[in-house]
């Protein structure tokens, strides 16, 4: 496998779309409301909202510039507006009308002429022709103004340096004061006929299409709820991902709240817009060729979890997640938090089956929580009428047999627990298929070997699910592909489950600034996959976009490499020439300006006058056949530059386990991927490394994280990857006894 990072701006395969176009819009609003936007044709769309305070305001958003696409695909950056002229047809219900005060408004932010930053406020009312639910409007960008009452009140637009616009869409009985609403209330509104024209109306987006790669894809609704699912999906298409498809149905958008502000089963399990975005989401997945899986979790939004609901410590404080703002974890031995769950199940489900996809259902990450300093979230009411826990006030460490009886006894909770959701799954859907999603660090935390009694109980040991899955990014992100190899076998071991009924979950990137943990990420999914597990996918589609990674098959065919040495011994006369690629240009009067377009040397050599017999010959011309020419690389020792005995690999920051083997020129650093077997000796702060292994590669993996500060250092012999430079290598036999030297050129393979 291969991947790339893309940076932005680097489509290559360029389309057309016209502005407006509406599986680019988003919307947004505050918290709690909630809105989605789906595309209902390829000229309309559809807005849905739940509102449930009187200052509650939603957005549809146009954006200039493309913040949510991956770089291949992503529409250009077009701020200028004037040449562009709007229209549609509105229709709307449950919203205040176009005709009334606070009535949608087209606000417009950017710059003035003079560059300094505006919004205007364009009353659609004044560019409608209609009523104030169904209207036609139409806006021309260069003669356009805001301003409630025209032309008294008029302010003219300046359309030419625009970073937004969007539609404002509010409750009956918006006054923007802070308090609830008597009740929920739900708007529509529908924008159909959809068209932009003008010199400018037309702008460019990215169309790369990646062959698919056998990898699947997860993503949640808790990252994507704003954008369409026709946008959405097209970037897993455009990114050659297939197949299944996991969607984490979320922890703080789908649900419906009661007048408590709490979240409830009353009215159904989901908000109307959430509602309408999966709907939409299910029929497109369908029409594409993908299978989803609903992914349901035990975390809920804390804001709007009803107390009971809660696991909490043995102090009374709820579990809460690190998230800002966080959420909590459902007790599963609560039975009304996990009747609510079933009903969300249930939900879900439904929408499947009336899109006709298959039922499929992945039980995400359940678990009872564990507070940072070791605390278990054993002891809400629910938890302690069922299995009477003990006090347990770390769970790092040895426990006493009690404390390790109570850690069963909430493991069979557990259990109890994600049965009864799969039984409930199956009622809803017969024939569902059910799946585990098991978090490897934390449940088999080194530091804390009792606590997968509680997290990875026995009850759910196979048959208790089709499909075991497992993710691990916090040791996958450090480097420690020791530790996922040993996690995944235990799992896999205890629970009884094989390989072929195992899937992996691959990543993932928590923010911009670690997008180099891409690297480790695609090689953990190269590896599930050479373990053979069912499916493997990577976590998640925002962050895939956000950072621009591909990913692709074929590396194995491009950078194909046979792990074997040059067959001959290199004699005195052979040639070893490091160069570079450098353009100079050079000024009338002698200055001159160089530009080095290489990090590093790339080495040729020409190992020819190391043939000394007809015998060397022969071996020479079956090594060429067997490498297919230049197809396929191999191993050379250096004669000159074969080894280093001390030299520094990095410095630790306390969490950082892997690092590069390199080579250093001065101030110039050279990436060892081919290290000798055996050579290589680690040592850390002075000290020979207590524990460590060598990655294919050239990568060292620490047993232990070294301090901040603390230098990392190795010697080692290495090989250098080559190929051979020609489709023709020509020796002659009169020549060669003549006392003419063959020439055989080999040329180093850049692997890092």
Same mark, same amino acid.
């Given at each position: 496998?291969?991947?790339w990072?893309?940076p932005?701006?680097?489509?290559?395969q360029i389309g057309?779309?016209?502005?407006f176009?509406p599986?680019?819009w988003?919307?947004?609003f505050?918290?709690?409301?909630?809105?989605?936007?789906?595309?209902t044709?390829?000229?309309?769309l559809?807005?849905?909202c739940v509102?449930?305070?009187?200052?509650?305001?939603a957005?549809l958003?146009?954006?200039? !510039?493309?913040?949510?696409?991956?770089?291949?695909?992503? @529409?250009?950056t077009?701020r200028d507006?004037?040449?562009?002229?709007?229209?549609? #047809?509105?229709r709307?219900g449950?919203?205040?009308?176009?005709?009334? /005060? &606070?009535?949608?408004?087209?606000?417009i932010?950017?710059?003035?002429?003079d560059?300094?930053? #505006?919004?205007w406020?364009v009353?659609?009312?004044?560019y *409608?022709v209609?009523?104030p639910?169904d209207?036609?409007?139409?806006?021309?960008?260069?003669?356009v103004?805001?301003?409630?009452?025209?032309?008294g009140? $008029?302010?003219p637009? +300046?359309a030419?340096?625009?970073?937004?616009?969007?539609v404002?869409?509010v409750?009956?009985?918006?006054?923007?004061?802070d308090?609830a609403?008597?009740?929920?209330?739900?708007?529509?509104v529908?924008?159909t006929g959809?068209?932009c024209?003008g010199?400018?109306?037309?702008?460019?987006i990215?169309?790369a299409?990646?062959?698919?790669?056998?990898?699947?894809?997860?993503?949640?609704?808790?990252?994507?709820y &704003?954008?369409t699912?026709?946008?959405l999906?097209?970037q897993?298409?455009?990114?050659?991902y297939?197949?299944?498809?996991?969607h984490?149905?979320?922890?703080?958008?789908y649900?419906?709240l009661?007048?408590d502000g709490m979240?409830?089963?009353?009215?159904?399990a989901?908000?109307?817009a959430?509602? *309408?975005?999966?709907?939409?989401?299910?029929?497109?997945?369908?029409?594409l060729?993908?299978?989803?899986i609903w992914?349901?979790s035990?975390?809920?939004?804390d804001?709007?979890?009803p107390?009971g609901w809660?696991?909490r410590a043995?102090d009374?404080?709820?579990?809460l997640t690190?998230?800002v703002?966080?959420s909590t974890l459902l007790?599963?031995?609560?039975?009304q938090a996990?009747?609510?769950?079933?009903g969300v199940?249930?939900?879900?489900?439904?929408?499947g089956?009336?899109a006709?996809?298959a039922?499929r259902l992945q039980?995400?990450?359940?678990?009872w929580? /564990?507070?940072?300093?070791?605390?278990p979230?054993?002891y809400d009411?629910? $938890?302690?009428a069922?299995f009477?826990?003990?006090a347990?006030? &770390?769970?790092?460490g040895?426990?006493?047999t009690?404390?390790?009886a109570t850690?069963d006894?909430?493991g069979a909770s557990l259990?109890?627990?994600t049965a009864?959701? /799969?039984?409930?799954?199956?009622?809803?859907a017969?024939g569902?298929?059910?799946?585990?999603?098991a978090?490897l660090p934390?449940?088999?935390d080194? !530091?804390?070997?009792e606590?997968r009694r509680?997290?990875?109980?026995?009850g759910?040991?196979?048959p208790?699910f089709?499909?075991l899955?497992?993710?691990?990014y916090?040791?996958?992100?450090a480097g420690d592909a020791?530790r996922t190899?040993a996690?995944v076998?235990?799992?896999?071991a205890?629970?009884?489950?094989?390989?072929?009924?195992?899937h @992996?979950?691959s990543?993932?990137?928590?923010r911009p600034?670690d #997008?180099g943990?891409?690297?480790p990420?695609e090689?953990?999914?190269?590896?599930?996959?050479?373990?053979?597990?069912?499916?493997?996918f990577?976590?998640?589609?925002?962050q895939?976009?956000?950072d621009?990674? /591909?990913r +692709?098959?074929?590396?194995? !065919?491009m950078?194909a490499f046979?792990?074997?040495q040059f067959?001959?011994?290199l004699?005195?006369?052979?040639?070893v020439?490091?160069?570079?690629?450098t353009?100079?240009l050079?000024g009338?009067?002698?200055a001159e300006?160089?530009?080095a377009? +290489?990090?590093?040397a790339?080495?040729?050599?020409?190992v020819g006058?190391?043939?000394?017999s007809?015998?060397?010959i022969?071996?020479?011309?079956?090594f060429?056949r067997?490498?297919l020419g230049?197809?396929?690389?191999f191993?050379?020792r250096?004669?000159?530059?074969?080894?280093?005995?001390?030299?520094?690999?990095?410095?630790?920051?306390?969490?950082r386990? #892997?690092f590069?083997?390199v080579r250093r020129?001065g101030?110039?650093?050279?990436r060892i991927t081919?290290?000798? $077997?055996g050579?290589?000796a680690?040592?850390v702060?002075g000290?020979?490394?207590?524990g460590?292994s060598?990655?294919?590669?050239?990568?060292?993996i620490?047993?232990q994280?070294p301090g901040v500060?603390?230098?990392?250092?190795?010697?080692f012999?290495?090989d250098?990857?080559?190929?051979?430079?020609?489709?023709?290598?020509r020796?002659?036999?009169a020549t060669?006894? *003549?006392g003419e030297a $063959?020439?055989?050129?080999?040329t180093e393979?850049?692997? *890092?």
């Amino acid at each position: 496998m291969g991947y790339w990072l893309a940076p932005p701006g680097s489509a290559k395969q360029i389309g057309f779309v016209k502005r407006f176009d509406p599986r680019f819009w988003t919307v947004n609003f505050p918290r709690p409301m909630m809105a989605s936007v789906v595309t209902t044709a390829p000229d309309a769309l559809r807005v849905d909202c739940v509102f449930y305070r009187e200052d509650d305001l939603a957005g549809l958003i146009w954006e200039a !510039e493309d913040r949510h696409d991956h770089p291949l695909l992503a @529409y250009e950056t077009a701020r200028d507006f004037r040449e562009c002229r709007l229209s549609f #047809r509105w229709r709307s219900g449950g919203v205040v009308p176009l005709d009334a /005060v &606070n009535g949608p408004t087209l606000t417009i932010e950017g710059r003035d002429a003079d560059g300094h930053p #505006r919004a205007w406020y364009v009353r659609l009312w004044n560019y *409608a022709v209609g009523t104030p639910e169904d209207a036609s409007v139409a806006i021309d960008f260069a003669r356009v103004d805001g301003g409630f009452v025209l032309p008294g009140e $008029a302010d003219p637009v +300046w359309a030419g340096d625009v970073d937004r616009m969007f539609v404002s869409m509010v409750p009956p009985g918006y006054d923007g004061v802070d308090a609830a609403l008597p009740q929920a209330a739900e708007g529509w509104v529908e924008l159909t006929g959809v068209a932009c024209e003008g010199p400018g109306s037309v702008i460019a987006i990215g169309d790369a299409v990646v062959p698919p790669h056998g990898a699947g894809i997860a993503g949640g609704y808790d990252d994507s709820y &704003n954008l369409t699912p026709a946008r959405l999906l097209r970037q897993a298409l455009h990114l050659g991902y297939r197949g299944s498809l996991i969607h984490y149905v979320g922890m703080s958008h789908y649900f419906r709240l009661g007048p408590d502000g709490m979240a409830t089963l009353e009215g159904g399990a989901l908000n109307v817009a959430c509602a *309408a975005w999966h709907r939409d989401f299910a029929g497109r997945a369908r029409e594409l060729g993908y299978e989803p899986i609903w992914s349901l979790s035990f975390e809920l939004f804390d804001a709007h979890c009803p107390e009971g609901w809660k696991q909490r410590a043995a102090d009374g404080s709820p579990a809460l997640t690190g998230w800002v703002p966080p959420s909590t974890l459902l007790s599963p031995a609560n039975p009304q938090a996990m009747a609510y769950l079933h009903g969300v199940a249930r939900a879900f489900l439904a929408i499947g089956e009336a899109a006709g996809i298959a039922p499929r259902l992945q039980i995400g990450e359940p678990w009872w929580w /564990v507070t940072g300093d070791g605390r278990p979230c054993l002891y809400d009411a629910a $938890a302690v009428a069922a299995f009477a826990p003990v006090a347990v006030p &770390n769970v790092r460490g040895a426990l006493s047999t009690a404390r390790r009886a109570t850690l069963d006894r909430a493991g069979a909770s557990l259990a109890a627990a994600t049965a009864g959701l /799969v039984a409930a799954a199956r009622d809803a859907a017969p024939g569902c298929e059910c799946l585990l999603l098991a978090y490897l660090p934390s449940v088999l935390d080194p !530091e804390a070997p009792e606590i997968r009694r509680a997290n990875l109980p026995m009850g759910w040991a196979r048959p208790a699910f089709d499909v075991l899955q497992l993710e691990d990014y916090d040791w996958v992100t450090a480097g420690d592909a020791a530790r996922t190899a040993a996690g995944v076998a235990e799992a896999g071991a205890r629970l009884g489950y094989p390989v072929a009924e195992q899937h @992996y979950l691959s990543g993932f990137v928590l923010r911009p600034e670690d #997008r180099g943990q891409w690297a480790p990420i695609e090689a953990s999914l190269g590896a599930a996959r050479r373990r053979g597990v069912a499916a493997a996918f990577v976590w998640a589609l925002p962050q895939v976009a956000r950072d621009g990674f /591909v990913r +692709w098959d074929g590396e194995d !065919e491009m950078q194909a490499f046979d792990d074997v040495q040059f067959p001959l011994a290199l004699g005195r006369e052979v040639e070893v020439a490091p160069g570079f690629s450098t353009a100079v240009l050079t000024g009338a009067g002698g200055a001159e300006t160089r530009n080095a377009a +290489w990090a590093e040397a790339r080495t040729t050599y020409d190992v020819g006058p190391g043939i000394r017999s007809e015998a060397d010959i022969a071996t020479l011309l079956a090594f060429f056949r067997a490498r297919l020419g230049p197809a396929r690389g191999f191993r050379l020792r250096d004669p000159f530059d074969w080894g280093v005995a001390d030299e520094l690999l990095g410095v630790g920051d306390g969490v950082r386990l #892997r690092f590069a083997l390199v080579r250093r020129y001065g101030e110039q650093e050279r990436r060892i991927t081919r290290p000798v $077997a055996g050579s290589v000796a680690v040592r850390v702060g002075g000290a020979a490394a207590q524990g460590f292994s060598v990655e294919p590669g050239g990568v060292v993996i620490l047993d232990q994280a070294p301090g901040v500060g603390v230098a990392v250092r190795a010697g080692f012999r290495f090989d250098v990857p080559v190929r051979f430079a020609e489709d023709r290598l020509r020796v002659s036999l009169a020549t060669f006894l *003549a006392g003419e030297a $063959a020439s055989v050129p080999l040329t180093e393979i850049r692997e *890092a």
